[in-house]
């Protein structure tokens, strides 16, 4: 069964970074491409950052670009978002998702994290 455990957020202030953590487990990944998304109280939930298992090839959102990094441990099966500079609009519950297909829509994923609240405070 596949899992998808991330941890890493919090409070922060406006500035400051935090380091995002998705554990995955239950299957072999090497095909599969593992996205971040996020979703704010009353807004849809929004692509942040992919990275393709096998060649580490990676795609990030606009409103993240510069500030945001994404980046796998393939020994450890786990995927980190680095994000920096951070504003009190990247306020969200933060969900990492895994997929054959991936991109910029949750469409292309199949599995999908609990979730973990990122808070910055302004």
């Known amino acids: 069964q596949v899992q998808l455990v991330e941890s890493g957020g919090g409070l922060v202030q406006a500035g400051g970074s935090l380091r995002l953590s998705c554990a995955a487990s239950g299957r072999t990944f090497s095909n599969y491409a593992i996205g971040w998304f996020r979703e704010a109280p009353g807004k849809e939930r929004e692509f942040v950052a992919t990275v393709t298992w096998n060649t580490g090839s990676t795609v990030s959102a606009d409103s993240v670009k510069g500030r945001f990094t994404i980046s796998r441990d393939n020994a450890k099966n786990t995927v980190y978002l680095q994000m920096n500079s951070l504003k009190p609009e990247d306020t969200a519950v933060y969900y990492c998702?895994?997929?054959?297909?991936?991109?910029?829509?949750?469409?292309?994923?199949?599995?999908w994290g609990q979730g973990t609240q990122v808070t910055v405070s302004s």
């Open positions: 998702a895994a997929g054959s297909y991936g991109g910029r829509w949750s469409s292309g994923y199949d599995y």
